[in-house]
C-alpha cells in the first residue's frame, strides 16, 4: 500500500463533503493528487443492491449486524485503493440501538489511517445547516443531542488514534469562514 490515508469524519450536516470537494479544487491546483472515496455511498452500492435500503439515510436504521456486514465490505474496496485517499465518513454513527463505531478494529486494519479529521462547529449551525438542506431526510434532532455527539465523536476518534497511532486533527467550518476550514485541511492533506 503506498499513499497517504485520511479519514474525513463529522455529525452529518457540518459541512464534511463541502469541505472536502473545494479541498480537492485546491490540491488539484497544487497538483497534489488525491481521490475522495465516500465510505457511506460504499455501503449503499451494496445495500441498495441487496434490497436492504431505498436511500441512503435509511442506511443507520439497518439492524447492527448488516451495518458492520457493510462497513466492512466498502472497507475492503477502500483499503485496496493505491495512491492519496480520503475518506468521507462518520467516527459514530447515530442509531436506533446507540453509537455504531464508524471505524471499528476491522476497518481500521483495511484502512491504515494516517489521521482522522474531525470536522466541528457550533450545534445551532449544524442544525440549521440541517434544516436548509432538502436533499436529505436528516433525523429529527436538538441541538444537545449534536453537542453530544460531537462529544462522543471525539472519544472515538481518541480511540481510533490509540489502536493505530494515528494522529487526530479538529478542523472548525464555521459559517461564513468555510475559507478558514479549506486552509486548514489542505494543510492536513500536504
Ligand atoms: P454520509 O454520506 O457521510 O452522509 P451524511 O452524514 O448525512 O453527511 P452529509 O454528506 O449529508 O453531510 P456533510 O457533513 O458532508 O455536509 P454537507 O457538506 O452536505 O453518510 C451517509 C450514511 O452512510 C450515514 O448516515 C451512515 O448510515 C453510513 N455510513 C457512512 N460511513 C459509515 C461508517 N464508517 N460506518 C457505518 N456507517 C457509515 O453540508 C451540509 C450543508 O451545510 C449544505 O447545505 C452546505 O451548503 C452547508 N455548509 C457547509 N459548510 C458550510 C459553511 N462553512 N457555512 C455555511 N453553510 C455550510
Redesign the pocket.
Known sequence: MSGKRVVIT??????????IDASMKRLAEEKIPYKAV????C??DTAKAEGFVED??Q??TLDKDI?KK??KL?AQRIGAMEGNIIV???AS?KTPAGY?P??PEW?LTELHPDTIVL?E?DED?ILL??I??ES?K?DAEGSRSIVEHQQMNRAFAAAYAMMTGCTVQIVR??????DH?IDAMVTVLR
Do not use: C, I, W, Y
Not at 463529522?10 to 469541505?19: I, N, R
Open positions: 463529522g455529525v452529518p450536516g457540518v459541512g464534511k463533503t463541502t469541505v465516500n465510505f457511506g455511498s455501503m449503499f441512503r439515510d442506511m443507520r451495518q457493510l462497513q466498502a468521507d465518513t462518520h454513527v455504531l464508524g471505524l476497518v470536522v462547529t449551525q445547516r440541517r436548509g438542506d436529505r436528516r467550518n464555521e459559517n461564513f469562514l468555510l476550514a
